[in-house]
């Protein structure tokens, strides 16, 4: 089944229809607006050729850092398929990195948040109703470029601590699976996922038995949102430029909180204290952090 695409909704009817409701959904129009030729590959390359980016496997593993250059002249049209992936975060910890804050910086008056995803009313990053988080401006979890040539792929996967997961497609197109969140028992093991190119049928004998809930396309100028608990595995159909980030509504409040008290020692905890900084210390424990949202939210 394809994922429901749409155009000209409300903030209100993205967050009733499709993050509290937890569905997948596809926005046509939101990125009708940017200037979507700054991030071809010309354009990266040329004004952060020299930069030292980070680079993947198929799942999260960092492999190498190199530069944009180097990765485009070896990743980009060629006739072999690429299996390796730029996953370019902005800073997400306190470690001095090779993060991506000064491109995002530059690239900033290029594009704008999408008009129907909320930017206020947020759980992660933090912010009431009166205050805005805009992507352009503020950081969040898990915001990157991702640059991989054709063939490169992220696994199947779900978001950390029960986050939502915005895509948005610049430059060719993604070959998309889900997997909802009540297959979680067929689709993992012990913590592990299922490779959808390699299936162990010993540590998942069932998957043989299920079909993906979507399977889709996502073309250059669409935003899909990957909903809390979604499994999603990704293969780039072409080369492929796209921006992402990580994020919860006040509404999924409930949804985080249930995730820390089941995952105490959830390693990703790093992260989400990075972003609650102003509000908690940076060592808290999963309990301070629950505290926190449990008084404020």
Request: glycine fraction near 4%.
């Amino acid at each position: 089944m394809k994922v429901k695409r749409v155009s000209n909704i409300t903030q209100e009817e993205f967050v009733n229809e499709y993050l509290i409701a937890n569905q997948p959904v596809i926005i046509t129009d939101a990125m009708k607006d940017w200037d979507t030729d700054k991030f071809k590959p010309e354009f990266l390359k040329e004004e952060f050729g020299d930069y030292l980016v980070q680079i993947y496997d198929d799942l999260f593993d960092l492999q190498n850092v190199d530069s944009l250059e180097t990765y485009f002249d070896e990743n980009f049209g060629k006739d072999k398929e690429s299996s390796e992936y730029i996953r370019w975060y902005t800073q997400l910890k306190e470690l001095d990195f090779f993060w991506s804050d000064e491109c995002f910086s530059k690239l900033k008056q290029y594009w704008s948040h999408p008009y129907c995803i909320p930017q206020n009313n947020l759980a992660v990053p933090p912010c009431k109703e009166d205050e805005e988080r805009n992507i352009n401006t503020y950081k969040y979890p898990y915001k990157g470029i991702f640059i991989s040539g054709k063939g490169a792929r992220t696994r199947l996967h779900k978001d950390p601590f029960n986050s939502n997961a915005v895509l948005c497609q610049f430059y060719g197109s993604k070959k998309i699976f889900l997997y909802g969140p009540s297959k979680e028992h067929i689709v993992m093991n012990n913590g592990e996922f299922v490779d959808l190119k390699n299936i162990d049928e010993e540590k998942f004998p069932e998957f043989s038995s299920i079909t993906p809930d979507y399977e889709d396309s996502l073309q250059p100028g669409e935003i899909i949102l990957f909903p809390s608990g979604w499994f999603h595995d990704v293969t780039c159909e072409s080369d492929s430029i796209s921006i992402t980030w990580n994020f919860i509504h006040a509404s999924g409040t409930e949804g985080l909180t249930k995730y820390l008290k089941a995952n105490p020692k959830d390693d990703q905890l790093e992260i989400l204290r990075y972003f609650l900084k102003d509000k908690v210390s940076v060592e808290a424990t999963s309990d301070e952090i629950l505290s926190f949202y449990e008084t404020q939210y």
